[in-house]
Structure formats: structure tokens, C-alpha cells
């Protein structure tokens, strides 16, 4: 019977789905290319073929006796487990579809399978907020109509028709997205569907696989958990947090801000109305609470020794590494778990509060796995999950559904969004309170970052070459520059707003404290003298500079 291709096996779904994987493992680079935007982000290859890489091991064991239903399974949950970035999201999804479609079935034929696809575009549609059309969801969503219309009776006929019509719909995406056009590419995600359905074709139409062609080792660049930053010399030693009940409106934030970065650094000082929230480290707390009680009074103090604390956190590292993060169980009602790449930045959002740092951000999005992993590893009833990054929000929605306690995922699209949120947490409130206020302090803030071009490009008519320096503002390419201390300050005055009151500027790791003084000082000159602005060393990579301002 499986010479007309009129049914499949599941010894024939396992090898089709490992040729898909091996084809868009061998062509990742080049989909990431098909990046918009010049900038070092373009990761929808690595991403939808590490989701897929996920699933190997388990189809490799399979016996040839397998049933396509146990195949659909395992690729299912191992790609949901192993789920990267936006595309690798929607891709586990279209396999989940083909899982909960042929459910009790060893063989299975076109129709299996074309009402198995449906199955998967409606989860990954029903998974995105506000489809585009143009993209991935367009390509599957299409082949699949097409197929249905024509209801094949044997596979070949299909993966013909599932092809050609992948393919039609990724070259018409162009006209389909502007941004795409002016690019002059076509949908990365688009291209990264098509070129696993290719691998799969080859399989049930030729009965040949595609190999995977030998692999450059790489290091792991995703991280559970905060490690380096422990080591770090420490300069002010106790990590100083209050509330501010204003006494009257002649308090004044600003000032206080002023005075704690007199006496310390890593200074965030919050007006929200009635009260200041403070945030320092300082050798001298009681200055710092002696100041606070001069505009009000004072709640929610909190002064830790941070050098004892971090012996103790090292401690507790190494056990969790050893352990690969166990679970355990829930001891506290509020706990956070944030993304972020850069000791500096791991260890403000720990400062914060934060109980997990995973570590990950651009150019290395942590998987739904390692977002579970520290979620369960967070002692907490509820667990607030920072993302921080647009394209590790969906990874991290899929986590919820998998986790032992209730997860709560903040929509934070970057670093200074993050911060904002965490600053707004209340102890006193309950979970929707929380979730409520922090969602809303999101809005509060705006971001902007400084990278440099991974290609030649093209933006609005411009060309853009290789390594010159690119500002974006707000997720967005704002514009190109040759020197990185210029467009910090031109990023930083468009930031700028009537009734902003703080910048804070975030250097990386290919950054000097040295440069970021002189541009720091350079910067001051150029902003009105009421507006504070905070230096701090993130150690973040890609980014010179990322920026908030409120």
C-alpha cells in the first residue's frame, strides 16, 4: 500500500520529519539573512532549526515499528519544549496540530494529514495577537487551503501541491509586507517552512533523506541563572530600598535622586504621585533613609548586605547548576524570573528582586525549556516572567501552560521595559494588582538602543554598509551613524520628551568605563540640566548602549 504513497507509516513521518530538520539545520545561515533590518538579531534559521534539532534524539531512537501517532507526540512536545524566538514558537506549533490530528492513527493518509495541518495553523494563528499576513502563517496557512481544495489521494500529489504552494505564497510576501519590499527579501519564517517541507518531500516522494551536514561546534549562548556577576567587586556594600509617602507636593524626586547618587550608584528613584520609590547601593543606608524621611514617610524598607548575600547566592548557584536548576517547591507568593544577557544587567534585575536570571536576549533566545525550568526553580505561588525581548514573549506564553504554579508573563519587549515593571511591583497588592500596575509601567518608558549593521542594507533609500553604527528607537531602525558616542546622543534627544525626568544609560561589554565617562559627560552637556541622567555598566553584548528614558 505504501508503494501508491497513499498511506504513510510512522517509520516514514519519523524520517520525513528528521530529513525537515537536517535541511533547515544545513540552510540556517541563510534564512537568518533574510533578516529586515541589518542588525545582529536576524535569528529566525537558528531559531526554527534548534526548535526542530529538539526532536532528533527522541525520533532517532524510534524503532522502524513505530506508529505516526507516537512519531507526531514526541515531535510535538519536544519541539514545544525546545521552542526558540517568535518563528520557533509558531513552528511547534504547526507540529502540535499534526499531533492532536492524527490522534490513535499508525498510518495515515492526505486527508490525515491535510485536516491535521488546519489543525496546526489554527493554534499558531490563535497564538499570535495580531497575525500579519506576509509571514510563516501566511505560507502554512495557504499550502494547506490549497491542498484541502484539492484533496489529493496520494502523497505525492500532496507535498507537490504543499510545495508549490509554499513557495508561490513566500515569493508574493514581498508585495504582501512593504517592509519586505523595500528589504528586497522574502519572509524569513516563510522561507525557513518551505525549506522544512522540502526536507520532508524528500522523503515521502523520493524515499531519500537529507543528511545533516557536519556542524561547527558552538557554546551554548543560553544560560540558566546569574554566575559571574558573584565574583565582582562590590564598592557600596548595601543595597538601600524604601517608599516615599510625600509629606507635600515640594518633594522632590529629582533632588533625592541627586543625593543618593552622591553617596552611592546603581540609584532608581520613581515618582509615581503620592509616594517615591528608591532603589541604591551606598556604604552609608542611613544617610540614604535619613534623606528619604526629610520628604515623607517611609515604608517597605528593605537594607541588605549584598557581599553576604551574593557568598550566599553563589552557594546556591553552584547547587543549581549541578542540578540544572531542580524544582522546588513554593515557599513565597511573588517570585521573578527575567531575561537578560550581561553580568551588570543580571545583577540589576536581581537587585530588584529578581529570583532567576535566564540568561539570553538577541542573537541567543532562550527556549520555552529554559524559561520553564527557571520558573520552577523559583520558590513562588505566582511567578512574574520578564522576557524583555519581543521575540522571546511567545517562547515564555508557552512555558505557562507547562509549569506546577501560576506564571504570570509581562509583555517587556526590552531591558528598560523590564526594569520599569519591576519597580512597580507592590508587595502589599495581590497577583492582578501586580500584574495590572506593572503591565501599565511598561508604557511608561522609552527605550532605544545603539548596535552596529552585521550586512549591506538599504534603509528608506539609504545604503547601509557593514559595521557602521545603527540607532533604534523604540524596536525600531531610527537611523545610521559612524560614531557610537554620536548616536547615543541623537538616539538619546529624540527619547527625550516633554515631562521626561530620567535617562538612564546602559553600556556593554565592548564599551570602556572610560568611553562610557566621555560619553556620558558629552551627553550631559546636550540634555537639559532638570533631566537626571544614570551611568551604569550592564555588560551586555550586540549593544553599545541601551537607553531608557522617563
Known amino acids: 500500500m505504501e508503494e501508491t504513497k497513499q498511506l504513510i507509516s510512522g517509520k516514514i513521518l519519523r524520517d520525513a520529519i528528521i530529513s525537515g530538520a537536517n535541511n533547515i539545520l544545513n540552510n540556517r545561515e541563510s534564512v537568518d539573512e533574510l533578516n529586515v533590518f541589518p542588525v545582529p538579531d536576524g535569528d529566525t534559521g537558528t531559531n526554527m532549526s534548534m526548535t526542530i534539532k529538539n526532536a532528533l534524539p527522541e525520533l532517532k531512537a524510534m524503532k522502524d515499528t513505530v506508529s505516526a501517532e507516537q512519531v507526531a507526540k514526541a515531535a510535538a512536545g519536544a519541539m514545544l519544549r525546545g521552542a526558540r524566538g517568535n518563528s520557533g514558537v509558531i513552528l511547534s506549533l504547526l507540529f502540535r496540530g499534526l499531533s ?78 512593504p517592509v519586505l519590499k523595500k528589504a528586497g527579501v522574502v519572509d524569513a519564517g516563510g522561507m525557513g517552512y518551505y525549506i522544512i517541507l522540502t526536507g520532508m518531500a524528500s522523503v515521502i516522494r523520493n524515499g531519500l533523506m537529507i543528511e545533516a551536514a557536519e556542524e561547527k561546534p558552538k557554546e551554548d549562548t543560553v544560560i540558566s541563572s546569574v554566575g559571574e556577576e558573584y565574583s565582582e567587586e562590590i564598592e557600596n556594600i548595601y543595597c538601600t530600598e524604601y517608599t516615599v509617602s510625600k509629606k507635600d507636593s515640594s518633594a522632590d524626586a529629582v533632588k533625592l535622586r541627586a543625593y543618593l547618587e552622591s553617596i552611592g550608584d546603581s540609584v532608581v528613584v520613581v515618582d509615581d504621585g503620592d509616594i517615591i520609590k528608591v532603589h541604591c547601593h551606598t556604604e552609608h543606608p542611613g544617610k540614604a533613609l535619613e534623606k528619604g524621611i526629610s520628604l515623607g514617610t517611609l515604608t517597605n524598607m528593605k537594607i541588605e548586605n549584598m557581599k553576604e548575600r551574593n557568598k550566599d547566592a553563589a552557594a546556591k548557584e553552584i547547587s543549581r547548576r549541578e542540578n540544572k536548576l531542580a524544582p522546588v517547591k513554593p515557599e513565597k507568593d511573588f517570585g521573578f524570573v527575567a531575561v537578560c544577557s550581561g553580568s551588570g544587567l543580571g545583577a540589576l534585575f536581581k537587585n530588584l528582586g529578581a529570583d532567576i536570571i535566564v540568561r539570553g536576549g538577541q542573537t541567543m533566545n532562550p527556549s520555552t525549556e529554559d524559561i520553564l525550568e527557571a520558573i520552577n526553580a523559583t520558590p513562588a505561588h505566582n511567578v512574574f516572567v520578564l522576557p524583555n525581548n519581543k521575540n522571546i514573549i511567545m517562547a515564555a506564553e508557552q512555558a505557562v501552560k507547562l509549569a506546577d504554579r501560576n506564571v504570570i508573563v509581562l509583555q517587556s519587549r526590552s531591558i528598560p521595559q523590564g526594569i520599569t515593571a519591576m519597580l512597580a511591583y ?33 534603509f528608506e533609500g539609504k545604503e547601509i554598509k557593514k559595521g557602521e553604527i545603527l540607532a533604534m528607537e523604540n524596536g525600531k531602525l531610527s537611523f545610521v551613524e559612524r560614531d557610537v558616542t554620536k548616536a547615543l546622543i541623537k538616539l538619546t534627544r529624540k527619547l527625550v520628551k516633554s515631562g521626561s525626568s530620567y535617562i538612564t544609560v546602559i553600556y556593554g561589554s565592548d564599551v570602556t568605563d572610560e568611553t562610557a565617562n566621555k560619553a556620558y559627560e558629552q551627553l550631559r552637556a546636550k540634555i537639559n540640566d532638570d533631566i537626571e541622567i544614570t551611568l551604569v555598566n550592564g555588560g551586555q553584548p550586540v549593544y553599545y548602549y541601551i537607553v531608557s528614558v522617563e
Open 426 to 458: 507592590d508587595e502589599s497588592v495581590d497577583v492582578n494588582e501586580n500584574s495590572v500596575a506593572m503591565t501599565k509601567a511598561l508604557d511608561s518608558v522609552g527605550s532605544g538602543s545603539i548596535t552596529f549593521a552585521v550586512r549591506d542594507s538599504d
Open 100 to 177: 492532536k490530528g492524527i490522534v490513535g492513527k499508525s498510518e495515515i493518509t492526505p486527508a490525515d494529514y491535510i485536516e491535521a495541518l488546519a489543525k496546526g495553523v489554527a493554534s499558531a494563528y490563535k497564538s499570535v495577537m495580531k497575525p500579519t499576513e506576509g509571514t510563516m502563517l501566511t505560507v502554512a496557512r495557504v499550502a494547506q487551503e490549497k491542498a484541502a481544495e484539492a484533496a489529493p489521494e496520494d502523497f505525492d500529489t500532496l507535498f507537490e501541491i504543499l510545495l508549490t504552494a509554499s513557495k508561490e505564497t513566500l515569493d508574493q510576501t514581498p508585495e504582501m509586507l
